[in-house]
């Protein structure tokens, strides 16, 4: 399979999981849905992030920069620390979140700060997709502990954000 096809499907990998990560939180903390439900929308959007992110990241890497790459890494750390909360708290309340909630809302925010002046400094993904990916992780972050509405609002921002780079990828980088 050709690079370009790689880069198509991951934005399209991409464009998913920035559909159900916020729809997970939407269901969850608006609607009230239940958590294996809403958990496992947010298990398989996460899932799909950290391949659409290789995509992202892999179409622009040798102009991101040094920034660009240490935001790569602290995003794919987040997605899989943030994949193992869900699993481990999927169907059941546990404390997990007081080990992992701390390491995926660091390298939730410091990962989509430097990716996205990475990607600003590479000028190959329309820009406001950083600046959404930056606002909606600082409005996710705080939100899990002071308001969840934070989070649905953060997520919808960030998610935009995926869904940008990812209609990017699909289509192709001119």
């Known amino acids: 399979m050709s690079s370009s096809n790689l880069f ?35 298990f398989v959007g996460t899932i799909l992030l950290v391949f659409g992110f290789m995509g992202v990241y892999g179409s622009q890497h040798e102009e991101t920069g040094i920034l660009g790459f240490f935001g790569f890494v602290l995003v794919i750390i987040h997605k899989c620390a ?6 481990l708290q999927n169907g059941e309340p546990t404390n997990v979140e007081l ?7 660091v390298t939730m925010l410091l990962g989509f700060i430097l990716l996205g002046m990475g990607s600003w400094k590479a000028n190959k993904l329309p820009r406001w997709t950083a600046v959404l990916w930056v606002v909606g992780g600082a409005l996710i972050v705080p939100g ?7 989070v649905v609002i ?7 954000g995926f ?11 001119d």
């Open 144 to 150: 899990f502990v002071v308001q969840e509405l934070m």
């Open 82 to 87: 943030a994949l193992g909360e869900c699993w």
């Open 8 to 42: 198509r499907w991951s934005g399209l990998a991409t464009i998913v999981g920035g559909v159900l990560l916020p729809l997970s939180w939407i269901l969850r903390f608006l609607a009230g849905v239940q958590r294996p439900v809403s958990g496992t929308l947010e």
């Open 154 to 160: 953060g997520g919808v921002i960030q998610g935009t």
């Open 99 to 105: 080990v992992l909630g701390p390491l995926v809302g």
């Open 163 to 173: 869904i940008g780079a990812g209609v990017k990828l699909w289509t192709g980088m």
